[in-house]
């Protein structure tokens, strides 16, 4: 059985890839009981894995900063709310690749 570290190892290399790193942010805002931690940490894992590849433009990195510090003083509640709100109209938060 893996130990938590080379899973650990293993997920940042799957983040690497972009369809990869979308459907992982996309199954956590999915997820019926939430925990808004879960969001931060998805988001720190894929900017650390974009770092190690040198994917991560220095913008990317700035507004991963400033979402961080706002999911640390929020809880990250307002984007679960905004995903149940888009439920109950009958939509869903679908995340894509940009066309380049």
């Keep these: 059985m893996p130990t938590s570290d ?3 190892e293993f997920l940042i ?3 690497k890839d972009p369809e990869h790193a979308a459907g992982y942010i996309e199954a956590i805002l999915a997820e019926k009981d939430p925990e808004p ?3 931060r940490n998805a988001l720190r894992k894929i900017a650390e894995a974009y770092t190690t590849s ?3 433009p220095e913008s990317a990195k700035q507004h991963h900063e400033k979402l961080d510090k706002i999911l640390t003083q929020s809880g990250g509640s307002e984007i679960y709310t905004f995903v149940e709100l888009l439920d109950a109209l009958g939509f869903r938060v679908a995340i894509a690749l940009k066309e380049k």
């Design 6 to 8: 080379s899973y650990r």
């Design 54 to 56: 040198n994917k991560l």
């Design 37 to 39: 931690k879960l969001l």
């Design 13 to 15: 290399e799957c983040l």
